[in-house]
């Protein structure tokens, strides 16, 4: 019989829900409780999530047979609640980003191989079957010498997204806005296929909301490789366009836009989408566009990596690298300056 894993999430908000239902959805997996520090809220989202809600931090991490803690807080409220966890020898699944700024982000990575649990951040957009097969395809070296890759998340949120929480756009608990938010997800997707950065050029403006962090952003990437690269993210661009990535090789290039496919064009090879209806969940109006199926498989994979010893998917210096990224243009943008990798703040 197969081991049947028995996972708590801290947070009760939409995120929340949709990592309810993806756990609901698995054959080895049980959601046995909720943790939300406030009393009245945690009340009331007994009646959303039709499990347990403990609002006492003893009685939920004591809880039997909880093996796996999922973060689903603020994302500048991860370390605190992560390293608890961990300390308490649980494994840790933490929505993205790992957390707002690579000394919290470390202490949990340094944390977890110390207690020797298992950390995975959530990236579902990695389990995209047809971002699986772009990323094959750069492997076996199907596009070529990768001269450039773009990204390009240029999404739209109106005023009450932001007026509608005291997080949202804060610097405290969202780590900035646009770029460490919504583009981060495609930024992951951009570096795993590019590869490591040797220095970027960037900027951020907050131009449409009274918010700390950026609603519009722009960057120059250079890899490692040799190749190129550009960003370019808002919650500011209306109406909202499907986040999109540009892989371009000497022998072919294809576009990725919200998970889907829609252009591969190879020498001396026929496109093994153009038949292919383009049908893609995306946020780029609407937060709450996105399902939980690709969270689903990033949930079997994590699981899997408890079950073997091996590293998930996306383990926590993987899921640095996107943080690194983003913090390395923010620090670009205020000093007007080239910054080389590896960066630190």
Sequence with gaps: MEKLYKIGIIGTGAIALKHAQAIASLVNAELIGLFNPNPPSAAKAREKFSVPVFSNWEEFISSPDLEVVCICTPSGMH??????????GKH??????IEVTLDRADQLIQAAEAQHVKLGVVFQNRFSPDFTKLKDAISNGVFGRLLMGNAAINWFRDANYYSSSQCKGT??????????????HTLDLLLEVMGEVDSVFGKVKTTLYPIEGEDLGAA???FKSGAMGTITAGTSLYPGYLE???IYGTEGSAILEAGKLTAWNVRGMESP???????AASGSSDPNAIG????AKQWMDFLQAI?????PEVDGPKSRKSLELIRAIYQSSKEEQLIRFPFSE
């Design 273 to 279: 989408i153009a038949k292919t209806e383009h049908n």
């Design 92 to 97: 840790v699944f933490i929505e993205k980003p």
């Design 171 to 184: 610097l405290t608990y969202d780590g900035g806005g646009a770029l460490i938010n919504q583009a981060i």
């Design 244 to 246: 999109r990535l540009e």
């Design 292 to 295: 939980f199926e690709l969270h």
């Design 220 to 222: 120059l990437v250079n």
């Design 79 to 88: 370390l605190e609640p992560a390293l608890k966890a961990i300390e308490a």
């Design 307 to 311: 079950e073997t010893g091996n590293q």
